[in-house]
Every structure is written in structure tokens, then in C-alpha cells.
């Protein structure tokens, strides 16, 4: 029974994936990153805003951008440095959005008393790469590994 079952998961994610017997394995990894920043601070930093401009580019200029999001969490008494955070990002992204991918930014309000003080010093990014909209991500030329 479980060697039935894992023969049918196997072959409904080569489905899944559009995959035929010779095709390699395709991946969509880091559609999404985290940026770690220093609390109670609303500058990136020169390392953050590289990593954030050579993953938006590796999106970009590789299997398209159909949408980003942008989300920043912050204690309610902190929103303001939540949204600096988001203003920060969002002039490196819209010095590299030629093709004018839609970009949402939100402040994610946690309650006061929030205890995860990693998590509120934090961005996440989050891709929908132009090629799932298609159906391409993983079809000829866009095998992809990351």
C-alpha cells in the first residue's frame, strides 16, 4: 500500500509540474525572502538592499514577475517604523520594475505584547513569477533549480 501510494504522489507531481520522462526536475525555491534588519530601525542597510535588488533581478530577468508583496510586521506602537521600512523598499524596487510587475506593501500590526522580536525586525518578499499565470514555469527553456 504505501509503495502504491508513494508511485501515484510521484507521478501526480510530474503531472503537477508538467514533467515527461526525460524533462529534469524544476523548482520554484526562493519565491520568497526574508531580510533580517536591527530593531527599532528603519534602514536596510547596504548588504539588505543588494540582496534585495539581485533577487528581484534573478526574478526579473529570469521567469518573469506577475506580482510582488511586500510585507513588514510591526507592534502597533512601531507602525511608523514599519512603514519607513516599506518606503525604503520600495524605492529600490521601483528604480528596477521596468515592466511595471504590481507591488503591494502592508504593515502586518501585531498586538503590543507580541513576543517574537526576530520575526518584527523582519521584511518578507514574496514573488508570483509571470510564468505560473502561463503555466510555463517548468516547460522547455524554463527548467530552472534554485
Not at 527599532?40 to 533581478?57: I, M, P, T, Y
Not at 524596487?93 to 504590481?102: M, S, V
Request: with cysteine; proline share 3%.
Amino acid at each position: 500500500m504505501m509503495r502504491l501510494l508513494a508511485a501515484v504522489s510521484t507521478m501526480a507531481l510530474g503531472f503537477l509540474l508538467g514533467l515527461g520522462h526525460d524533462a529534469q526536475a524544476c523548482s520554484l525555491s526562493d519565491r520568497q525572502l526574508t531580510i533580517q534588519l536591527e530593531p527599532r530601525s528603519a534602514e536596510l542597510g547596504a548588504q539588505n538592499a543588494r540582496v534585495l535588488a539581485e533577487w528581484f533581478l534573478q526574478w526579473r530577468d529570469g521567469l518573469g514577475i506577475e506580482s510582488l508583496i511586500v510585507v513588514a510586521p510591526a507592534v502597533k506602537s512601531q507602525k511608523g517604523i514599519a512603514d519607513e521600512r516599506l518606503h525604503n523598499v520600495a524605492r529600490i524596487f521601483e528604480r528596477l520594475n521596468i515592466g511595471k510587475a504590481p507591488i503591494a506593501y502592508e504593515v502586518e500590526v501585531r498586538g503590543d505584547s507580541f513576543p517574537d522580536v526576530k520575526y518584527l525586525n523582519s521584511l518578507d518578499v514574496s514573488v508570483q513569477p509571470a510564468c505560473i499565470k502561463s503555466g510555463t514555469c517548468c516547460q522547455g527553456g524554463n527548467t530552472i533549480s534554485r
